[in-house]
Structure formats: structure tokens, C-alpha cells
């Protein structure tokens, strides 16, 4: 009985997690696209899209974008180091493992103009002479990016029956104080042995803190998985008990993960803690992490683009139920860039993060019996 329970479970999240929503038609099919999306939001708080409406072309010119500034030389992408209150900037490999506990992961992070919480956050642009016309590039594809998220979080408005608008105007990228973040993330190839031993990975299971994510992965380069089931945000950042939570998760989420493979043509979107807070648990901001290659797997590079949408920073983070402190969407994402950022020194939690790392082996995920995205791309 219970095993039957489960697999009814199991076989309803992979529904969710691997048949696309359309967003084709945007305006005239909006009722079904949000049932669609309020169905997702509220069970995995992640799925794909497809009939997004950004073209394949601006996407790949998007990667490439990404990947010149990663081929710059070390001592330009050093002048553009991460500034953690408002997420934006370089970080490298090295300062990622001092401040996530894994390897092999490397990021670049923009925002648009407006004001920023440090005066140096507008400095991690790379030099035009390196780069000519990176800016207006980055920003042309943030707001195609930002414009896909604005129609979903309409049409999950429209679900919730929040008065219309109400969750639209945070994210009016004309008051000019929109956080937003475009981010590249790149994983080198793993050397051999280490993917044989399993015993990293190349992101640490985090749940993110904006809105809704839009993440670009590329067909073959598959690591990406979820573990849906979280009910609260009680557990707040990962880092109050590390111990065991480190490949997995600090909640009731359970350990169960599920892979969430690259969809040819498909965006992949996960409602991350904003949007938990603000209806008060109803929407779903789900841990995940990026696994290193199985032996089986495609063992080169992985790269994704990231676009975190966020509220304007003056927008007031709270339900209806006031079930979680009010706070502006500016004071979250500071406190979540300082708090990442100080567990660069901090030696207790670096050894907890890399022991639960090394003691926890990816090959021991309870999810191993989970096929692979049954979906064929279409
Ligand atoms: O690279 C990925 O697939 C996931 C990236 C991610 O979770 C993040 O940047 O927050
Ligand atoms: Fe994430």
C-alpha cells in the first residue's frame, strides 16, 4: 500500500516536473496556461516551458556572451569581483569553494542600472575595451528574460486571484530600482577520477531567494536536480545545521531527488523564496543542486544562464497571513549576499559543509530508481 502511495506521488511530480507548459498564445489561452503554472507552483515549484517566445538565436548569443567573459584573462575578471549585497560580479573557483564547500563552479553576475546597495556594484561590468558592447547585450536578453517572467507571475496572479496587478507592479522594470539578476554559471569538465569517485558536487543543494528563476540549461549537459516537498521556509538559509544537509536538504522536503534534465527549446523555471514568502507558503521555492557527471554521463563543461527575477528593492515582502516578518525585496537579497559571503571565513562551517560533502556521495541519492526526463523534447 504504501509503496503504491508512493509511486502515485512520484509519478505525479515527474508529470509536473517533465511535461512543458506552453506559453504560446500568451493572452488567449492565459486561464488554462494558469492553472498550469498554479498546478506546478504549488506541488514541484519547478518545471519547463516552452512557446516562450526568445528566440534560439538570442539564447545562444546569450551563452556566447557569457563565455567571452569567462575566456578573459584572470586580471580582468578580477576587477570585476562579486559584491555580495547585490549579487552581482565574478566569482571565481576558488572563492566559490571557500564559500559553498564545492568545486568546479564558476560565476559572472549583472543587474540593471539603478540603485544598488554598494556604490561598487556598477563597477562589475568588464572594461569596453575587453569587451565591446557587453552591457547593452546582457541587458537586451535580461529583459527578454524578465519579460517571460513578468507573464507568468501575471497569469499566477490571476490563479491565486490576488487583486490583478498586485505582484506585476513589483516587477515594473520602468521605476528603475529592479534588482534583477542575469548570472552565468560555468562547471569545468571533471577530471576522471573524480567523477568516478562521486564524491562532489558542482553546486550545493540551495533553494534560490528571488521570485521565479528562468534557468537556460543545454541538451547534454544534464546535473541539475530537484527535491520538491518543502512545506515551510522555517529552515531558512541552508547553514543554521549543516550536518546532513549539505548534499541534501534541512527540511521535510525529504532526500529525494529527482533529475531535471535540459528540454531541447525548453525553459526551466522554479518559484524561489520571494514568492514562498508572499503567499505564505502556498508557492513552492524547492532546494536544488548540480550534481557532478555520472560515469555515464556527458563529462565535459556545463554552462547555464540564470535570471533571477526579482521584486523592485522598495516592494514589501509579506502574505496576507503575515505568517513571516515583513522585509523589502532590497534588505533580502543584502541579507542573503552577506551571508553567503561570510561563510568564506568562517572555519566551522567550512569544515561541516566539506565534511557532509565527503561523507555523502552523491551515488547514495535515494532517488536512483527515478528514470531520467521520460518527455522527448518536441
Ligand atoms: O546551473 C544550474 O543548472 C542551476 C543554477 C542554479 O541553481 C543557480 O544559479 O541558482
Ligand atoms: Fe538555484
Redesign the pocket.
Known amino acids: 500500500m504504501t509503496i503504491t502511495q508512493e509511486s502515485a506521488q512520484a509519478q505525479r511530480t515527474k508529470a509536473v516536473l517533465y511535461k512543458p507548459i506552453d506559453l504560446s498564445d500568451f493572452e488567449r489561452r492565459k486561464d488554462q496556461i494558469a492553472t498550469e503554472l498554479l498546478t506546478a507552483a504549488t506541488s514541484t515549484g519547478f518545471w519547463h516551458i516552452v512557446g516562450h517566445g526568445i528566440p534560439q538565436e538570442d539564447i545562444d548569443a546569450a551563452f556566447a556572451l557569457g563565455g567571452s567573459f569567462f575566456d578573459l584573462p584572470a586580471s580582468a575578471k578580477q576587477a570585476t569581483r562579486f559584491i555580495p549585497r547585490d549579487y552581482v560580479g565574478w566569482r571565481s573557483l576558488s572563492e566559490l569553494e571557500a564559500m559553498s564547500g564545492t568545486r568546479n563552479w564558476e560565476w559572472y553576475s549583472v543587474a540593471y542600472d539603478g540603485p544598488k546597495t554598494d556604490p561598487r556594484a556598477d563597477s562589475v561590468w568588464p572594461a569596453e575595451k575587453d569587451l565591446p558592447g557587453f552591457k547593452p547585450r546582457s541587458l537586451a536578453f535580461a529583459r527578454q528574460c524578465h519579460e517571460v517572467a513578468t507573464r507568468m507571475v501575471s497569469a499566477l496572479e490571476q490563479a491565486l486571484k490576488v487583486e490583478q496587478g498586485y505582484f506585476v507592479k513589483m516587477l515594473d522594470l520602468q521605476q528603475g530600482n529592479n534588482p534583477s539578476i542575469l548570472a552565468w554559471n560555468t562547471y569545468p569538465p571533471k577530471p576522471a577520477t573524480a567523477i568516478a569517485q562521486g564524491k562532489e558536487f558542482r553546486l550545493h543543494a ?1 533553494a ?1 531567494t528571488d521570485f521565479l ?1 528562468l534557468v537556460f540549461q543545454r541538451p547534454g549537459e544534464p546535473g541539475l536536480e530537484v527535491s520538491p516537498g518543502r512545506s515551510t521556509l522555517a529552515d531558512e538559509r541552508l547553514g543554521k545545521d549543516l550536518t546532513g544537509a549539505w548534499n541534501g536538504v534541512p527540511s521535510d522536503a525529504g532526500n529525494v531527488w529527482y533529475p531535471m534534465d535540459p528540454v531541447e527549446n525548453a525553459i526551466t523555471i522554479n518559484i524561489g523564496d520571494v514568492f514562498m514568502r508572499i503567499t505564505d507558503d502556498i508557492l513552492k521555492s524547492t532546494y ?1 543542486r548540480v550534481r557532478t557527471p555520472a560515469p555515464n554521463d556527458h563529462e565535459g563543461e556545463r554552462r547555464t544562464i ?1 535570471y533571477f527575477a526579482w521584486p523592485n528593492r522598495d516592494a514589501i515582502i509579506q502574505g496576507p497571513q503575515k505568517k513571516y516578518a515583513a522585509i523589502s525585496a532590497a534588505d533580502l537579497l543584502a541579507s542573503e549576499g552577506n551571508a553567503y559571503a561570510a561563510r568564506k571565513d568562517d572555519e566551522t562551517w567550512k569544515e561541516v559543509a566539506y565534511r557532509a560533502q565527503h561523507e555523502n556521495p552523491y551515488h547514495t541519492r535515494k532517488h536512483e530508481s527515478v528514470a531520467r526526463s521520460p518527455i522527448p523534447a518536441n
Open positions: 540551495h534560490d528563476t536544488h540564470a
